[in-house]
């Protein structure tokens, strides 16, 4: 009776150091790949924030909407509030931020005197690592990117720091040290996400 006894009382400590290392080890594994999801969804949510941003320019641009500064001023470009060129700027003097801007003079670029309606912020770790411009070998000629929509033509204007010289197409690569993922702009106006 005594030897029945033993094997009901409970684990031994051999079970105990088993169970505990099999937790840990599922434990290790939940955690990591919760970092990992926590980073790629940032890394998802800032391209999103991207196109989503150019496609406010795209819509605004090309729409009856009347532009108006951060006080609820009309901005007039050329001769009414409703004639302006919306645009977005990516630059990679400033890898962690680009902006949504009114292109007030109609150059097609953006410049000091051009009006900011709004500026987004990547989240840290996240950086705009590239910025191509196509077609052209050495990418875009002062590592900026401006893209510009003017109504009524829902097309694109891709420009670089110059003024004038349209591409066909440009590239924006948002990065966070590790995985990447590509804007894809078209000069016909399409935008996606890769």
């Not at 990516?90 to 003079?105: G, I, K, M, N, T």
């Amino acid at each position: 009776m005594k030897h029945t006894l033993s094997k009901l009382r409970g684990f031994t400590l051999i079970e105990l150091m088993v169970s505990i290392v099999i937790f840990s080890v599922i434990t290790g594994i939940v955690l990591s790949s919760n970092k990992t999801f926590g980073t790629n969804a940032k890394l998802v949510n800032a391209s999103e924030d991207m196109v989503l941003a150019l496609r406010q320019a795209q819509v605004y641009g090309v729409s009856s909407k009347r532009n108006t500064d951060t006080n609820g001023n009309a901005i007039v470009c050329g001769t009414s509030a409703f004639d302006c060129r919306l645009g977005v700027n990516f630059s990679l003097a400033s890898p962690r931020q680009f902006f949504v801007f009114v292109d007030v003079d109609d150059s097609k670029t953006y410049n000091t005197g051009d009006i900011i309606i709004d500026t987004i912020s990547l989240a840290t770790p996240l950086s705009i690592s590239a910025i191509d411009c196509l077609p052209h070998i050495t990418g875009c000629i002062g590592n900026v990117l401006n893209v510009t929509f003017k109504r009524p033509n829902p097309d694109a204007i891709i420009t670089d720091s110059t003024t004038g010289g349209g591409y066909d197409e440009a590239h924006v690569v948002v990065s966070d040290g590790i995985k990447n993922t590509i804007i894809d702009i078209s000069r016909t106006g399409q935008i996606s996400l890769q």
